[in-house]
């Protein structure tokens, strides 16, 4: 009985012991996530320098660091920068009234009366249209603009959460062997199955990040092209909004260009809106088409529904960690119920 309510008892207090550990950590979350998840991406890259180069643990993993800061963190940090000056000039010009939405849509009615006289015919005011529309147009370029402030001026926060990322990648990188060998031994679900979970998470972890990032680096350097050459105002600024827009499969970047190429369509500039209608569905789109499958799907082997659904599910949830973090809970979820299927009803036929 004495043994009992001890082990109880530890066991209690290990499980509260944890939680507020966790709870310590909530803070630097995206720090650490981020860190697993670089980490997971460039351990094949280590491995392959310290078998070429017969480096030690810490050369390796400080060599496989200053290429993930070259690779990844540099060319992401200069085209946020480019993006954010471009967003606080665009909220500059707006709160000064330089750029006037209520001009384009004069435009549009002046190119298609005919449209403006059947709204008339049903019922609907263009004037007040027009002031929706307008408003609508200011709010979507306010909100935009309002978050790239935003992030110019918690750059310092923003800086600090990218050091510690990098810190911890560092230990992370030179002890995985060591912390995956004490999380098998820590956790009570047998050492076969623990190492299948692990397994399963470097699989998704890498496919997501580095299909999506690929994915939408492509989209967005392709929108701010196409909307640079079309005269589009703070191109550069709508290229990162499209690159991450186009984490949402299915419709993603089309978001952005979309409502841009019927701008051009109602305000009379057809070639233009014929233009990046057709560079965005059939450039902009075929990427999507063609690489996220390939680099996503198939790598998490998931029905492209699934990669759909916990994607939005996981925006929903964690933010813009959720197009990482939701696909891993889908793919985690499938493994346990595969284990269990095998183990559990091996009468069953196929797997999950």
């Known amino acids: 009985m004495s043994d ?11 499980i509260l012991v944890t939680v507020l550990f966790f709870q310590l950590l909530t803070p630097f979350f995206g720090a650490i996530f981020w860190a697993m998840a670089l980490t997971v991406i460039f351990l094949p890259l280590q491995q392959r320098l310290r078998q070429r180069f017969r480096l030690g643990p810490n050369m390796a993993a400080l060599a496989t660091l200053l290429c993930c800061i070259l690779v990844a963190v540099v060319p992401m940090a200069l085209v946020l920068i480019s993006g954010v000056q471009q967003g ?21 009615k002046a190119a298609f009366p005919q449209l403006v006289a059947l709204l008339d015919r ?3 005011d263009p004037d007040g249209l027009r002031k929706q529309l307008a408003d609508a147009a200011v709010a979507a370029s306010q909100f935009v603009a309002k978050r790239s402030l935003a992030i110019g001026q918690n750059a310092l926060n ?9 810190y911890l990648t560092f230990f992370f990188l030179r002890d995985n062997r060591f912390l995956i060998e004490l999380l098998i031994r820590a956790l009570p679900l047998g050492d076969a199955r623990e190492r299948l979970l692990i397994a399963k998470f470097a699989e998704v972890t890498r496919a997501t990040v580095k299909g999506n990032l690929v994915v ?5 350097a ?4 196409i909307f640079w050459i079309l005269g589009v105002q703070a191109a550069m600024l709508w290229g990162v909004v499209m690159a991450i827009a186009s984490l949402i499969p299915a419709v993603g970047a089309a978001l952005i260009w979309g409502p841009v190429a019927i701008y051009f369509l109602i305000s009379g500039e057809y070639t233009s809106g014929i233009v990046l209608i057709a560079f965005g569905a059939g450039v902009i789109g075929l990427v999507d088409n063609l690489l996220r499958p390939v680099l996503v799907g198939r790598d998490t082997r998931m029905p492209d529904y699934l990669v759909l659904l916990s ?3 996981g925006f929903a949830m964690f933010g ?3 197009f990482v973090i939701g696909p891993l809970v889908a793919a985690l979820f499938l493994a346990f119920w595969d284990i269990f299927i095998r183990e559990f009803n091996p009468e069953t036929v196929g797997t999950v």
């Open 320 to 322: 813009i960690n959720g």
């Open 222 to 225: 392709l929108g701010a092209l």
């Open 4 to 14: 009992k309510l001890e082990r109880n008892t530890f066991l209690l207090l290990l």
């Open 88 to 108: 606080i000039d665009l909220y500059q010009r707006l709160e000064s009234g330089e750029i006037n939405y209520g001009i384009y849509v004069d435009r549009a």
């Open 158 to 166: 923003l800086s600090v959460s990218v050091v510690l990322m990098l």
């Open 122 to 124: 049903v019922g609907i």
């Open 216 to 220: 939408a680096a492509t989209q967005g």
């Open 311 to 313: 994607t939005l599910g």
